[in-house]
């Protein structure tokens, strides 16, 4: 290297969201040794020497979570003195989501050292990773404004209702029903499947589906 | 260090935007030495061992700018392996936003070593810099949509044409005048000074300023 003066480490840390249960939740993984030895962390993992960023991101993701394929982006990057006691240690953040559905049964399972945890009652986590959550909530809040980001949680098929949950849920607000699909119809991102979802004592619901030609035309 | 295996290079690079003769420009510093010896760059430099790295960028600005206290804001970490051909080198970007009286005449003043390059119209950069400015430029524009970052760019006292100007010039089309002052309305940004510019054959022209308490305020 020829800037071995300044060298310093890179890692990538991932907030995984999906909604269970109408919550926004993320994935923890327990550390099993110091620094934070025991403590909830986000998942993550240092650079390698030839591994771009966004790999390095995707290789947390299938490690920690037998995850590939879903919408993953860059975050921000941490790069405090201190924030790491072993020494500098600069860390590229990013978030991903998917349906709970597309996270298999194992990973959808709190066990003694992986849990989901909500976005709104985090425990106490390793180095700085209290604030990074609340950053990528903040994007992924944002982003429903003008995206269609939040099909990322949506099955095959789902109604308006449904969908409308999860902005809800996101949001931590209640929507008005016809705003709502209004500015969904703006976006132009979903269209019916021509089948009814019929279920419990409500009337039947249009099912709709993501706009050919599916999750490519997701709008960043 | 307890990471030697995994040692980088991280350095910060700033996208400096400023308005001259109604067109948005870049601060490019011209490389003094291989790899890309002679090419324009980006203004940058590597994060020190003890440095955060909003106070690099912060540096970055002092050094090749000579200006400080002015809105910054990272953008993107690059770290693709091989973008810098002496080693692996991550670079956390930031974009920077002046107006040209805040940069003052040495500054502004195009030399062998610096220059201000149209966003529409830049050389070949070094490394990748030729991806940095179009994704700061992108940032920039969305961010019209809902913050007030456009008052970053005005004097202390200015006309709503010159503010739609400059609106204008990022976006690179024409905006109508009505939807434009409703739409500032609605950010409840500004405040009449009370004064009028009287200038040319126009009509005299009411004065605006930053609502107080001045740039404090502004929404990011």
Redesign the interface.
Known sequence: ????A?????STDVVLFTIRDDRLMVLLVRRPREPFGGYWALPGG????????DDCAARVLQAKAAVSGIYLE?L??????GRDP?????T?TYYALAPTNRLGETVMKDSDDRCWAPVDQLPALAFDHNEIVPLAHQRLAAKL??STIALQFMGERFTLSELQTVYEVILGESLDKRNFRRRLQGLRCIEETGEWFRGGSHRPARLYRVRQPGRVDIIK
């Open positions: 290297m020829a800037f071995s300044h060298s310093q480490t890179v240092l650079v390698h020497e030839q591994e771009d960023l860059q921000y990057s941490f790069g405090r003195p072993r020494g500098r240690v600069i590229v404004e003008y």
